[in-house]
């Protein structure tokens, strides 16, 4: 068992290498000749042990690099008791974004510079140092960077001492609180700091590269605000002495929780706040607050073991939503997770999703986990916990599990304990159905006589699983009779009169009594739950009837969502659903365009080319009377949400609705803009860009891609960068397939730029044949989780014959995404086709009358 490591490391940027040493403190526990721990990629030439006062035991390595593991051979038996493990290594700083890495960026003169960075989670500190790289070999750690004199190195904990030794420079590191070592990191590099702020005792700063400064502060400030809420909300102080937030030019997640330094792609920290739209700020809050919630939950209680990943994933999400609410109430972040509610449905409603919390062996499986499953669903259900024992007795319940297990391990079980005690009762009977069984349930509504039925039923959008995925045995079985506990919150309309009702659904049906006077029923009232509804056709017309000020958007929001689910799903014919969209027009909440602009883009994917003038009429007729009517520049007295829709409605139009005047107008604009001629809304200025994309040509293209390259800010440069994949023309496309291999797009961007490209009407089919034809490139190429994120793009080719294409590739090429992963996307890609299959030829009637 570890205890400590003393650790000493020196990379080398200009060879990209690294030697290091450790010294583990390790208490063995009874008599061993053999020592395992985990190593991969490192050259080990020097294994001693040794304790106060005795002999030098030397180990004879041996290595296996199919288990990342080291065995440690000694000649004599080791007796019980503490023992100092040294080991000497080295290694090299990758280039695959995972482990001691090496990032590069170009400074102010244009010359490419490196940087050295670290990702440990979930399996990768092995690969920096020789370690028991498991959650629960909590350990604490002592860190050395031997580095060159101009260089700054930035680690978990204070700088304790710095000196200068001939060429070098040592700094050295204070004692991290005991942790587990995949929340371990170092970043070494030219590095500039933001002045500290000051929270509590703890001071917080934000690093980024040099120039890059001026992007820091918004950055910091909710980085200081959310953490001075969690300490309020957990009731227990920062467990680090300080908090180092630092953008990495290339990083392959979004950001990563390392205790004291956060590390974040340069998109979820660095931002130039008045150029920004809403949703490139409400992102960096998002991430920013999710990674310091995590200090408590994750770092300082951290799950057993991965399959309880959701312990600290779904919790992080949950905290951030209540952080950036409290930040910024008027952002209604709560309102715009029903986007990320309805992301977890569209897997959960697979035959192939999992339960939240899943079994998990090898490290790709640990890989898979990061999911929406963990993420939404996992802060879906938490959120729903929340609303059904009351926020004050969730809370107290959390800051209990925290302080019975602060610098230890913990299960999902310890926290439905902790839970419990503070609600006075039993949590499992209500929550093991949301985290150990896969999918949700529809609630069906309607009326008999005077009450309300309501009954629960498994949701998929297939009747049956696919029967046969490549490289995978029989499918599973879905659980039709599977039920659960369903918290609902139903909301009783009268003439005048509205009342509230709280129902625990625990069997198949229940009925509720009606008072003769209600006029409407919102089921799921508040939006908290994870459940879909199903009205009947006269509950559905009466709530219509109230549109839009009769239901809280979030309301409007799930309505509309669970029409276009049960519509996919075969349960509402799309006329009907296609009919309920232009009760929306008035509609002016972003989120519920959202779904409405979602569920055309899915539609647009799935017709025939000859439908598709159809398809563009009916979206501009849904959406040309909202843009008129909010105009191309922001009044004086609106939110900053109205601007975020006036960009989202402004792009729709000119994009999927096509529209030449849109289209006009926004050149126009641009170009006026471009020669300061002009102010644009930060808010609708991306959606000139796409729209340019979307009706561009080469002249165009050439212009964007340098505009990409010459990008003052991250949100520019993205902007710019995913605006390549809107234009039309075939050589167009071919020339942005190409920069996803050749090294012009970093392999931060490069799978997700893939992915847009196979979602693409236009660009599909040729993106298809690139990925099919470049694989193997981009697998050596691509940062762990690049192909799985890459390869989703496959549920966008909804043809029948791009999808047998789909089957006959993965079947032939037996690749595996981890987990259920490709079972997943195969069965996204089957409902895209059913639907076209179903509904094409009605869907054809319908847009022919546009
Ligand atoms: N712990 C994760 C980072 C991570 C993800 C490590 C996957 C290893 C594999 C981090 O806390 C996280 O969740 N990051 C998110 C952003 C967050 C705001 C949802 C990410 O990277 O996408
Ligand atoms: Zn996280």
């Known amino acids: 068992m570890p205890t400590r490591y003393d650790l000493r490391l020196t990379p080398d940027l200009t060879t990209f290498a690294f030697d290091g040493e450790e010294t583990v403190t390790v208490t063995v526990t009874e008599p061993v000749s053999e020592i395992w721990l985990n190593a991969a990629e490192l050259t080990i030439s020097e294994a001693t042990l040794t304790r106060a006062g005795g002999p030098v035991h030397r180990g004879t390595i041996s290595l296996d690099e199919a288990h990342e593991r080291c065995g440690l051979r000694f000649a004599e038996t080791i007796a019980p008791g503490t023992w100092l493990l040294r080991l000497v290594f080295r290694g090299t700083l990758n280039d695959k974004l995972r482990g001691f890495y090496r990032s590069t960026y170009k400074d102010q003169s244009g010359t490419t510079r490196p940087l050295a960075a670290t990702q440990f989670e979930a399996t990768d500190a092995r690969r920096a140092f020789p370690c028991w790289d498991e959650p629960a070999f909590k350990a604490v750690f002592a860190t050395t960077l031997v580095i060159d004199p101009s260089l700054t190195a930035v680690s978990n904990t204070a700088i304790v001492s710095e000196r200068i030794e001939g060429a070098r420079k040592i700094v050295a590191f204070a004692d991290t609180i005991k942790m587990s070592t995949y929340l371990v990191a170092f970043v070494v590099g030219e590095l500039e700091a933001t002045e500290p702020v000051m929270v509590g005792r703890t001071p917080l700063r934000v690093w980024c590269v040099p120039g890059k400064r001026r992007l820091a502060a918004f950055g910091r400030d909710i980085g200081a605000a959310s953490l001075a809420f969690f300490e309020g909300y957990y009731g227990l102080p920062y467990p680090g002495d300080k908090l ?151 809370r107290e319940g959390v800051r209990e599990y925290l302080r019975r297990h602060a610098y230890d391990n913990a299960a999902t079980g310890d926290l439905w304990a902790a839970l419990g005690r503070a609600a006075g009762q039993a949590i499992p009977a209500l929550m093991d159905g949301w985290i150990f ?316 730029v893939a992915r847009s490209l196979l979602m693409t009407v236009q660009g599909r089919e040729l993106a298809w044949d690139f990925v099919r034809a470049n694989w193997d490139t981009m697998d050596r190429l691509y940062p762990k989780h690049g192909l799985r994120r890459m390869a989703e793009g496959v549920t966008g080719l909804a043809t029948p014959e791009l999808e047998r294409s789909v089957h006959a590739f993965f079947g032939e090429r037996k690749i595996d995404l981890g987990g259920k992963t490709l079972e997943q996307y195969l069965e996204q890609l089957r409902i895209a086709v059913t639907l076209r299959s179903r509904e094409g030829s009605r869907l054809s009637a319908y847009l022919a009358r546009w």
């Open 437 to 752: 069984h896969p999918g949700f349930p529809m609630v069906s509504a309607r009326l008999d006589g005077g009450q309300l039925v309501l009954a629960q039923q498994r949701f998929t959008y297939l009747p049956e699983p696919l029967d046969s995925v490549p490289g995978r045995g029989s499918a599973p079985v879905v659980d039709r009779d599977q039920q659960w506990q369903v918290p609902l919150q139903i909301r009783l309309e009268g003439s005048g009169t509205s009342r509230v009702e709280r129902v625990l659904l625990t069997a198949r049906e229940t009925r509720v009594p009606l008072p003769g006077t209600t006029d409407a029923v919102v089921v799921n009232e508040g939006g908290h739950g994870f459940y879909r509804v199903r009205y009947s056709r006269d509950l559905l017309d009466r709530l219509v009837r109230r549109l839009p000020g009769g239901l809280a958007p979030i309301e409007r929001f799930n309505l509309l969502g669970d029409a276009w689910a049960a519509t996919v799903a075969g349960l509402m014919p799309i006329e009907e659903y296609l009919d309920l969209t232009a009760e929306f027009r008035g509609e002016r909440d972003k989120n519920v365009w959202v779904i409405l602009t979602g569920s055309l883009h899915m539609l647009n994917r799935i017709i025939l080319p000859g439908d598709r003038p159809g398809l563009e009429r009916l979206v501009r007729d849904r959406i040309a009377g909202a843009v008129e009517e909010l105009g191309w520049a922001p009044r004086p007295d609106e939110d900053e949400l109205r601007r975020q829709l006036r960009g989202d409605l402004i792009r729709a139009l000119g994009t999927l609705g096509n529209d030449p005047a849109t289209q006009a107008r926004a050149a126009e604009l641009y170009a006026d803009r471009q020669r300061g001629a002009t102010t644009v809304d930060p808010n609708v200025l991306p959606s000139l860009i796409a729209i340019l994309a979307h009706a561009g040509d080469a002249a165009r293209y050439e212009e964007f891609v340098k505009a990409f390259r010459a990008a003052a800010t991250p949100q520019e440069e993205q902007r710019y960068l995913y605006a390549l994949v809107g234009f039309q023309p075939r050589p167009l496309v071919e020339q942005t397939l190409a920069k996803t291999i050749n090294g012009e797009i970093r392999t931060q961007d490069a799978p997700f």
């Open 244 to 394: 180092d937030l630092l953008a990495i030019p290339d990083f392959a997640a979004g950001a990563m929780e390392n205790l004291g330094a956060i590390t974040f792609r340069e998109t979820a920290l660095l931002v130039d706040e008045a150029a920004a739209t809403h949703s490139e700020l409400e992102r960096i809050a998002d991430v920013v607050a999710h990674e310091n919630a995590h200090m408590w939950f994750g770092d300082l209680v951290t799950m057993d073991w991965w399959n309880g990943i959701w312990l600290n994933e779904a919790f992080a999400t949950f905290m951030e939503m209540l952080a950036v609410d409290a930040w910024k109430p008027e952002w209604q972040r709560w309102t715009t997770f029903g986007v990320s509610r309805s992301a977890a449905f569209a897997v959960d409603g697979l035959h192939s999703t999992r339960p939240i919390e899943f079994p998990v062996g090898a490290p790709r499986e640990a890989d898979a986990m990061f999911d929406v499953l963990t993420y939404e669903k996992g802060a879906s259900v938490l959120r729903m916990l929340e609303q059904y024992l009351g926020p004050g007795v969730f």
